[in-house]
């Protein structure tokens, strides 16, 4: 974050408004009243709400519509108490708005039409302007007026999980197609994660102009590679993102999951915060990631299938392994699984909040 930026400057009212927050605090590596509690994927088919106001609408669809992104984003805020909204979108939402033919298969994820392999078809790949997601800064700003001081966390898929989408045309546990372009055309590689970068800044800075406090990179499936590979072939491309909006001096959040190798150069590519999956305790992850980063994480998913008295055990295990840490966001490892029960999600809330006031 930028040394000279505070809570005046050139930011928005909500931005002001959530200064203070413990989330905004927590990533600023502040003391905090509590410690700060958000979901990935808080918003989505755990909740009834959710499933009610979906009904009939493709998802590609009912994130264009601004009303309905607001209705969405603000129901885990109103149901759990968490202490940030996540902007309600998808990863390939940008990659859409500038004309990619793709969509979003129930059950299946995204899945894009005439996968990116070629030179020609980079070349389809064109840059993000404001005009391609008016639709953002207009829920952005209805969004922000409600949340009040509960800050509002945009996000972006990180070039290497958005290239996996786009060279294999839907979802892959091998990315091989990914990986053969990767390590068989170089240049090409290059330039796709380059142009990448350049659409997913563009996105970021919409949202962050629009509003949001706080940006998370989701870089999903990046721990398919060897550290070696992501310093030469997808770190550059990262780091431009992050750098891109470090002028805004909102927090940059992290995030991709196996990534128990890649911790230290993650941090390296220039966020403020690291999210971290389930598979490395924090306090191991701390050591990894090196000083200076707040860290966000790491409950499984999973575990919230468990009795109650698990979920609180597993829970204080995550908070022991934070306790020296000097920002904490805490978060499970990874999205909300659809078929969690929200009431747990709410008592999870409520637990980290009692077990960590101060
Ligand atoms: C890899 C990735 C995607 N999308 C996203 C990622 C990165 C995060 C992660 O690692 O989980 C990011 C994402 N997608 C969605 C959000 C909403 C904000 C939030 O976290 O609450 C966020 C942050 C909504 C969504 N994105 C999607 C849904 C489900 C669609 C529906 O409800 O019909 C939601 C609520 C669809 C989607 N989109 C994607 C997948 C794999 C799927 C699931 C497909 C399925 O199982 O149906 C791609």
């Avoid at 959710?50 to 992104?69: A, D, F, H, T, W």
């Avoid at 409600?146 to 294999?168: H, N, R």
């Avoid at 470090?246 to 915060?273: C, K, N, Q, S």
Wanted: hydrophobic share 40%; charged share 20%; aromatic share 6%.
């Amino acid at each position: 974050m930028s040394a000279n930026h505070g809570p005046e400057g050139q930011q928005t009212k909500h931005q002001q408004q959530t200064y203070d927050s413990a989330f905004l605090k927590a990533c600023r590596r502040e003391p905090v009243p509590h410690t700060p509690v958000w979901f990935m994927r808080q918003a989505g088919r755990s909740l009834p709400e959710y499933l009610k106001v979906r009904e009939g609408i493709p998802m590609l669809e009912s994130c264009m519509r601004p009303e309905l992104v607001t209705e969405i984003t603000l129901q885990p805020v109103r149901r759990h108490k968490v202490d940030a909204a996540i902007y309600f979108s998808d990863i390939v939402v940008p990659l859409k708005a500038i004309g990619v033919d793709l969509d979003i298969k129930p059950g299946v994820g995204p899945v894009v039409a005439e996968p990116i392999r070629t030179r020609a078809d980079l070349d389809r790949l064109r840059d993000l302007t404001p005009e391609d997601v008016s639709y953002v800064t207009e829920a952005i700003g209805m969004l922000t007026a409600e949340l009040g001081a509960t800050p509002l966390i945009g996000f972006a898929g990180a070039p290497f999980t958005l290239a996996s989408y786009l060279v294999e045309g839907g979802p892959s546990r091998n990315h091989e197609h990914t990986k053969a372009l990767m390590y068989g055309d170089p240049q090409l590689w290059a330039d796709l994660l380059d142009r990448l970068a350049e659409i997913t800044s563009a996105f970021l800075k919409v949202q962050i102009e629009a509003g949001a406090s706080a940006v998370q990179l989701f870089d999903s499936w990046v721990g398919a590679l060897a550290p070696a590979d992501y310093r030469r072939s997808v770190m550059p491309a990262s780091a431009k993102v992050f750098d891109a909006v470090a002028h805004y001096g909102v927090p940059r959040i992290h995030f991709g999951v196996g990534t128990g190798e890649l911790l230290g150069l993650m941090g390296e590519a220039g966020a403020d915060v690291v999210g971290v999956d389930w598979r490395v305790p924090l306090d191991e992850a701390a050591r990894r990631v090196g000083p200076g980063k707040a860290l966000q994480g790491n409950l499984d998913p999973a575990v919230l299938f468990s009795s109650r008295e698990a979920v609180e055990t597993k829970t204080d295990e995550v908070l022991a392994a934070a306790a020296g840490l000097e920002g904490h966001v805490f978060n499970l490892g990874h999205g909300v699984l659809p078929t969690t029960d929200p009431d747990a999600l709410t008592r999870l809330v409520d637990y980290v909040h009692t077990r960590t006031a101060r």
